[in-house]
Nanobody, 117 residues
Framework: QVQLVESGGGLVQPGGSLRLSCAAS????????MNWYRQAPGKERELVAS????????NYLDSVKGRFTISRDNTKNTVYLQMNSLKPEDTAVYYC??????????WGQGTQVTVYS
């Protein structure tokens, strides 16, 4: 069973940092690109960051470039999102995602990130 479990969300003041983790199971993690999405209230879900299977290629939403870093540890089947210099507009539910070849998009349950002043 393909499963993604996020953790690490929380409350933080502007300028603060959080590190999200996504533990994957049920598939060959090291052979899949992984993604982080977010969805703010009343807005569509948007792609925040992506990382290739071996970790050599990453891509970011323009508004988070230079502040967020996606990484992965294929020995732990885990993908991370380090978020620095957080802003109120980063407030959202963050989702881990994989496009699994036999099932399509698979999503975690999401983790809430709230940036407040």
């Amino acid at each position: 069973q393909v499963q993604l479990v996020e953790s690490g969300g929380g409350l933080v003041q502007p300028g603060g940092s959080l590190r999200l983790s996504c533990a994957a199971s049920g598939f060959a993690f090291s052979t899949y690109a992984m993604n982080w999405y977010r969805q703010a209230p009343g807005k569509e879900r948007e792609l925040v960051a992506s990382i290739a299977s071996a970790g050599g290629f990453t891509n970011y939403l323009d508004s988070v470039k230079g502040r967020f870093t996606i990484s992965r540890d294929n020995t732990k089947n885990t993908v991370y999102l380090q978020m620095n210099s957080l802003k109120p507009e980063d407030t959202a539910v963050y989702y881990c995602n994989v496009y699994y070849r036999w099932k399509g998009d698979v999503w975690g349950q999401g983790t809430q990130v709230t940036v407040y002043s």
